[in-house]
């Protein structure tokens, strides 16, 4: 189908894909639905679904995009901001919010997400999951008990036991709270209890959707995350150069399947926490850098280690992040994208929007 706005065939083939899950779709109809984060990879995915609704099934949801920067969600939205079921709201989520008028749902996505980021600016980091999550949980208590979604992260379960083949959602680990790097994990953490503080005392249907590590369109080639290196080098045609031996091992999800997860935690959901990951795709960062190349063979790109003994502080510590994905798949959660097909889409989304950037 066309969704009107959206010009990508790529990303537009995914939501596709996304809709056409056997949800119950119609919960949404005449709902207003705040995404915070819009600009970001798995909200700008979360919007455009919810917009792919309307067109298909005439739901008349109301979509409120929260962003921080105008300029930058004006360039990754482009024509869908000239819907009328589409509001833009610029404003950092660290403020107070006052919005007019109902607000059933918050989907929450901001904050930063790159790792350099939280190793550059620890205090931003931690402050958008802490105050963020308050003030948009007290707009749902406002809004007279708004249905909430908070997407957080694998990185809340640490460091776990190397003896454990998968991570359950009560499985926890070692997280130093005196590493800046822990802004993140521990922020994550902290914004997964004030979630369940509210729903204690306040009755706030909160659903907790930790992802695993997502790839695919929308990540920029400089955003700092392995996938979105790898699948750069590809695209300009470079070798693959690790600055690790690539043993650690994580649960690799494609965007789309991802956002599906949430879709499924958010309407079929009675848990307050989901793992949102493939199991099927646990594997090592150095598999996943043979799985870019192998996407483009007549590129004949190479895999070159260049070990960097010295990344204390710089990458997350963990050396295994494979998610327990039973509870989804008990909701009926099947993903459908699978590495190869996932790396291949990827690289075509760069190859696609490589004009764009070159413009910047």
């Not at 819907?83 to 007019?100: C, E, G, K, W, Y």
């Not at 990458?315 to 996932?342: M, Q, T």
């Amino acid at each position: 189908m066309h969704i009107t706005g959206l010009d990508n065939p790529i990303i537009a083939e995914d939501i596709e894909r996304i809709i056409a899950d056997d949800l119950p779709w119609e919960t949404f109809r005449d709902t207003t639905v705040l995404v915070t984060g819009a600009s970001g990879m798995i909200p700008s995915y979360v919007l455009c679904t919810l917009l792919a609704l309307n067109d298909r099934d005439n739901l008349n949801i109301r979509v409120l995009a929260l962003v921080r920067n105008e300029q930058k969600a004006r360039r990754i939205l482009g024509s869908l901001l000239d819907r009328s079921d589409l509001t833009l709201l610029v404003q950092d989520v660290t403020a107070p919010l006052a919005i007019n008028g109902p607000v059933d749902y918050i989907i929450h996505g901001a904050g930063p997400a790159r790792p350099a980021q939280h190793q550059s600016a620890p205090t931003a980091t931690i402050r958008a999951a802490l105050i963020g999550t308050f003030h948009l949980l007290d707009l749902a208590v406002s809004k007279g008990n708004a249905a909430f979604v908070l997407m957080s992260s694998s990185e809340v379960y640490g460091k776990v036991s190397d003896d454990l083949e998968s991570i359950t959602e009560t499985d926890y680990g070692y997280l130093d709270c005196l590493n800046p790097r822990s802004c993140y994990s521990e922020g994550k953490r902290a914004a997964e209890t004030i979630c369940a503080s509210y729903h204690a005392q306040y009755g706030i249907d909160c659903r907790i959707v930790r992802f695993a590590h997502i790839y695919g369109p929308g990540l920029s080639p400089d955003d700092g995350r392995v996938q979105a290196d790898f699948a750069a080098n590809v695209f300009r045609g470079e070798n693959i150069v690790m600055k690790s031996d690539g043993s650690a091992r994580r649960a690799y999800t494609y965007v789309s399947d991802a956002v599906s997860g949430l879709f499924y935690t958010l309407l079929l959901g009675t848990e307050p926490a989901y793992n949102v990951a493939d199991s099927e795709h646990v594997i090592s960062i150095r598999q996943l850098a043979e799985a870019f190349l192998a996407s483009r063979p007549e590129k004949q790109l190479e895999l070159v280690m260049d070990i960097d003994e010295n990344t204390t502080g710089k990458y997350n510590p963990a050396r295994f992040i494979g998610l327990d994905d039973r509870r989804i798949k008990s909701l009926g959660w099947i993903p459908k994208v699978g590495i190869g097909e996932g790396t291949s889409r990827m690289v075509a989304h760069f190859d696609l929007t490589a004009n764009e950037r070159q413009q910047l």
